[in-house]
């Protein structure tokens, strides 16, 4: 999911990991959001956090995946996102 | 404990200040008093951080004193103005060297470890149906949960919901809670039945000596709960009473999740506070 470095690479990078940090939450939880802290640790796990950047790339999924994205608060998804999210765990189960 | 982003914006301000101070030389440095007050603030700030950090014992407390020691020659003054570059440069650098790995990923772990999300999914989950009374309780359980203290969590959750029943019989006023605890009492069929002989309440200290399980059965005269949503708070009180008392219950993370779901099911989104 990482390895993809080409331009605009890092900001869908992290855009996939907090869809999918949502998608854990939905299993465990029901709720379609991504906990802000559980997505940065995890794109820090994933060699693949950008500190300066970070906030803005997921910004720019605001309004199209997320309602609403505000640094440190959980990230909940739209539904365009919730499809999104389920493409993402798709491509990851088929190996991509 | 300084959250990850608050760090985040302190290192982002240590490396432009950092930069600033490599672009500009010796003396042009000694004559810029707002760099060297930006230093200082820095610094200062520094040192509050890590005095909440060593207080949450989650970044080594070598690493705290070394960025302790570089930020404490920064407060004390730079000796030799015509090196004050080399000097800022020098401790900035060893701070930043550190910084990211040794400090900032530590508290993002922490922050994502998966005690630290459930509790605050439940504080998002309890934050808008709470009184501030209710909140204190709430509070404390949320700190229990997160250090793993599950059954002194769920205990300080149900003692919030007793508050909100508390505080919704006063409101009601105690004729009408004495008037349904007489009228529950006529009743000859269990859980009814466990209301017998009880006087009338005329006082908040004779409410905190009514037993819970009294207050849920006359719940349902007073707020209209059914037979059903009674045996969910009844469950939900045996819970608490197992979370209190020496046994084999050891509640998970996910029994304390589904106990909040529940009690604010039954009691935060019902009882009107």
Redesign the interface.
Known sequence: MCGDRRDGADEQIQRNVALLVAVRTYLATGAWTADWSEVKALCIDLNCYDAANHAAYLRKGEGKYFKSVAVGKAIELSGPGRTAAEQVLAGLIAGQ | MP???EL?DF??RLTNLRAQVTQQGAAELAGDAAVVQAVVTLAKEWLRLSQRLRAAGIVDLSTLALCDGHMGELLVGRGDSRRADTHYRRHLNAVDGAF?GAV??PV??H??DPR??MT??LR?ALDPHLTAPEKAYAEEALKCVAEACNRAGIVLLWAAAVTRFHGAVERLGFPVFSRALANTATKRAYPFTAVRDRNPVASRPELQRVPDFTILVAGMELWNYDLQAFNELARLLETRNNAAHPGMASPRPLDV?HFTDKLIERVFAFIPA
Do not use: C, F, G
């Open positions: 959250s990850s982003d985040e290192y982002r990211t900032i990923i993002v772990k922050e994502a630290q999300v605050r999914d998002a999740q």
